[in-house]
């Protein structure tokens, strides 16, 4: 009887890891397109009319701003210059991911 534990106690031991490791190497399948703005700011009051955007998008398949398509590097860091109209601005940041979810983002900037 000892020897039966000790067997099942040990098969759900593995199940649980193996559990464990497929859904952390699958939680970027699970979670869907992520995108993190660092630059601009919400609100934000800009000066002048080239300005950088930036930021990290995660788990994406195609990145687009403004609807045109921009790139990132290997980690999914993104760096593109944008030119502002007098005035007020909207940024919109569309990442799809490969099942086709998609995620917006939008910034709203004032060039004074």
């Known amino acids: 009887m000892n020897k039966i534990n000790i067997k099942l106690i040990l098969i759900l031991l593995l199940i649980a890891i193996l559990g464990g490791y497929f859904l952390y190497?699958?939680?970027?399948?699970?979670?869907g397109p992520k995108i993190v703005i660092d630059y601009p700011m919400p609100a934000e009051v800009v000066?002048?009319?080239?300005?950088?955007?930036?930021?990290?998008?995660?788990?994406?398949?195609?990145?687009?701003?403004?609807?045109?398509q921009i790139f990132t590097d290997e980690h999914g860091f993104f760096n593109e210059?944008?030119?502002?109209?007098?005035?007020?601005?909207?940024?919109?940041?569309?990442?799809?991911?490969?099942?086709?979810?998609?995620?917006?983002?939008?910034?709203?900037?004032i060039l004074e």
């Open 81 to 109: 210059r944008l030119l502002l109209g007098r005035g007020y601005n909207i940024i919109e940041l569309t990442a799809t991911d490969k099942f086709g979810r998609v995620i917006k983002e939008k910034r709203e900037v």
């Open 25 to 31: 190497q699958g939680r970027g399948y699970l979670f």
């Open 47 to 68: 000066h002048d009319s080239f300005i950088k955007i930036k930021g990290q998008a995660l788990n994406i398949s195609s990145l687009s701003l403004n609807g045109r």
